[in-house]
């Protein structure tokens, strides 16, 4: 209760930082466009260079608004895992979604082609890799629920989805073991993540499955606070478990499953940013580190983002790379805490 | 029997359990964990369920907190059946400390409390004026005031548990149930926690269930006691009745151990007779007890006696005395045993 002022003051500067990572994203890349130009152009000025127009609106706005939204999506769903199977190390993809997107992918591009078909090509092959992630993740979610409906016991859930995540990736690389050199490629840059594929129908597309895959949380959110003492407890407080791990199942489906079919698996984000939101936000009240995960999950991606576009150089790296660099580093730290299990 | 029926019109019984079986049923297997289970559980009172590891006391508590039901037979919260009440009333009228560790060290106590009154509050929980009153009134019956900003990493074994006894009374239940509340705890923190539940139950009038392990504790607390012994009926009753009738030996499947009446103890049978000592009770009972341990019996011209102010044993053994200034001395002076 003491600490009534300090949340509100956390997220006010949070939002300041986002914005201010949002501006700074929006600048960075191959072509720097300086600082008070973009705010200029925000505030209804024009640029001096008319490159920038294009540069900016058909490439950059809508590749930092990717990240946000992916961002948001892959901690939310994070620590929705994290809270529901009582684990620290849970993350969006435990349950073998981004295995399942990268099957769909995988039989896209690599299978795809040895029918003779190059789906994945042309304009129509954005969407056709979106659709081919959406259903190897729905395909992984429909045999996870069929699990969670014979099976009562969380523990199982999280080793069948283990499994599955493992017998998706065995599948894949038969794929790739059989695939030619130009397809693997394809699946390759895919598997790194990326930000920048998304512009226009398919930002709106991502927007609205982003805002449906949140309902789930926000109709539970008392629910994951009864969680915190366990599932004898929370049932014990008239929590109907069994609903929960559904609108879990169901919420992190769509929100982890969209992210990675938009822009690939994008690894860490969702393990690591809960921690840095119980860290910073000291609470483990989830009607504050739910927005908090939100708001640093999109903050981060934008952060990571920026550093892959290597500012002054011409090369970026990719964005997969980027968050596991920063991720690794921030998961083994925060293990290596004397009090992390205490904390989470 | 008549007069050994100990509901006066004060009692009230809240939950009624009648010819329960418990078990698991898979497919078309059924795994019996326990039958003959009828019950009565009153407002008021502190009950102890005792019984052997393995009994059935978890799926008994289970079914009562409506988590796992009964086999057949019904479990009646002040006559309603309560297999048709649904999750959320049930959390309003009974709640529960489990065994379960609770690991969530980012939560302060007041925060925990709080998550008590998760039944009541709206979706999304955020509290009421009656809600805080609830938590405050809570966290003062259990002593834990001083706590209130503690993170739960913080706090010792016996603390904790205080704590989760007033999350579990924050939920305003009628009956609380509690899972060995006491395991884990030194001698103090078991005395404590037993009269705080003991005065919870009469002071709040609620319906207070323990399992518990500890016969000592419980018999000095409980006021009715349910005994749980493998394959028979569950026995109910005032403990001293239990003991009176000797049903409690029914916790001690095992032939050679018995509740002694006269000790108050669980004892061997083989066990030998106390040899006499003369003295005043408080000390003879412990020198009696040493001897016995050790298997130690004196020969019949010897006489033992224990004198006060200062401590001294003194044994006459014929014509010859000898002093001890402790049990310890009075063991290693080898000069009086018998060969």
């Known amino acids: 209760m003491k600490n009534k002022l300090t949340y509100p003051l956390l997220f006010f500067l949070g939002c300041l930082g986002c914005l201010l990572l949002f501006l700074a994203n929006l600048g960075i890349g191959s072509v720097t466009i300086p600082f008070q130009e973009i705010v200029g152009r925000m505030l209804g000025g024009s640029f001096s260079r008319n490159t920038w127009e294009i540069i900016l609106f058909e490439y950059r706005l809508p590749k930092a608004l990717t990240a946000i939204l992916a961002g948001i999506t892959l901690s939310v769903s994070g620590l929705q895992m994290q809270t529901f199977f009582r684990n620290p190390l849970a993350g969006p993809f435990v349950l073998g979604i981004s295995s399942g997107a990268g099957l769909g992918v995988a039989l896209l591009v690599m299978a795809g082609s040895a029918f003779g078909w190059s789906l994945y090509a042309g304009a129509a092959g954005l969407w056709a890799v979106v659709a081919a992630a959406t259903l190897g993740a729905i395909l992984v979610l429909l045999l996870m629920s069929l699990t969670a409906w014979k099976v009562r016991d969380s523990m199982t859930l999280l080793i069948v989805g283990l499994m599955f995540g493992s017998a998706a990736s065995a599948i894949v690389s038969v794929l790739a073991y059989f695939s030619e050199a130009e397809q693997l490629k394809v699946y390759t840059v895919w598997s790194m993540g990326s930000l920048g594929g998304t512009s226009g129908q398919q930002l709106h597309a991502f927007l609205i499955a982003s805002l449906i895959g949140l309902i789930p949380v926000l109709a539970f959110i008392k629910s994951y606070n009864a969680m915190l003492m366990g599932e004898g407890y929370a049932s014990s407080m008239g929590i109907n478990i069994h609903r929960l791990r559904w609108a879990m199942i169901i919420s992190t489906g769509i929100l982890a499953g969209c992210a990675t079919a938009f822009c690939g698996p994008i690894a860490f984000i969702g393990i690591a940013v809960p921690h840095m939101a119980r860290l910073l936000f000291k609470t483990g009240d989830h009607r504050i580190l739910f927005p908090a995960a939100a708001l640093l999950g999109a903050m981060v991606l934008l952060a990571c983002d920026a550093v892959s576009q290597l500012p002054g150089s011409a090369q970026t790296l990719p964005i997969n790379a980027v968050t596991s660099l920063v991720g690794a580093p921030m998961v083994i730290w925060l293990i290596l805490r004397r009090n992390f299990s205490k904390e989470f | ?339």
Not at chain 2, 165 to 181: C, F, K, S
Not at chain 2, 189 to 197: A, S
Request: aromatic share 6%; hydrophobic share 40%; proline share 4%.
């Open chain 2, 1 to 339: 029997m008549k007069d050994t029926q100990p509901e006066n019109s004060a009692t009230q019984t809240i939950l009624h359990g009648n010819a329960l079986r418990l078990g698991y049923q898979n497919g078309n297997n059924t795994f019996l964990v326990a039958e003959n289970i009828s019950f009565d559980l009153a407002k008021g009172q502190l009950t102890c369920l005792l019984g052997p590891n393995g009994v059935g006391k978890s799926t008994l508590l289970k079914a009562i907190l409506g988590q796992h039901p009964p086999l057949s037979g019904e479990i009646y919260y002040q006559g309603k059946k309560l297999s048709q009440l649904s999750h959320k009333d049930l959390a309003r009228k009974i709640a529960v400390v489990l065994t379960d560790k609770v690991t969530t060290g980012n939560l302060t106590v007041a925060q925990l409390v709080a998550l008590g009154r998760i039944p009541h509050t709206g979706w999304l929980g955020n509290l009421r004026d009656t809600d805080i009153s609830q938590i405050d009134a809570s966290i003062e019956a259990t002593h834990v005031g001083y706590l209130r900003d503690r993170r739960l990493s913080e706090l010792s074994d016996g603390q904790l548990q205080k704590v989760m006894i007033a999350r579990a009374l924050a939920q305003d239940g009628e009956i609380l149930v509690l899972d060995e509340p006491t395991a884990h705890l030194d001698l103090a923190n078991r005395f404590e926690i037993m009269h705080l539940l003991r005065n919870i139950a009469l002071r709040k009038n609620k319906a207070v269930l323990v399992v518990t392990h500890d016969l000592d504790i419980a018999l000095d607390t409980a006021d009715r006691f349910w005994l749980m012994p493998c394959g028979s009926p569950l026995v109910t009753g005032i403990p001293e009745d239990l003991v009176l009738s000797e049903q409690i030996n029914l916790l001690l499947p095992d032939q050679h151990l018995f509740f002694s009446k006269e000790s108050g103890k669980v004892q061997t049978l083989d066990h030998l007779e106390p040899p006499l000592v003369q003295g005043p009770d408080a000390l003879t009972q412990w020198v009696k007890k040493a001897m016995l341990k050790r298997g130690l019996t004196l020969e019949m011209d010897m006489k033992l006696e224990v004198i006060p102010h200062p401590f001294e044993i003194r044994l006459k053994s014929g014509q010859e005395i000898f002093r001890f200034g402790s049990i310890q001395e009075f063991f290693e002076a080898e000069s009086w045993k018998t060969e």
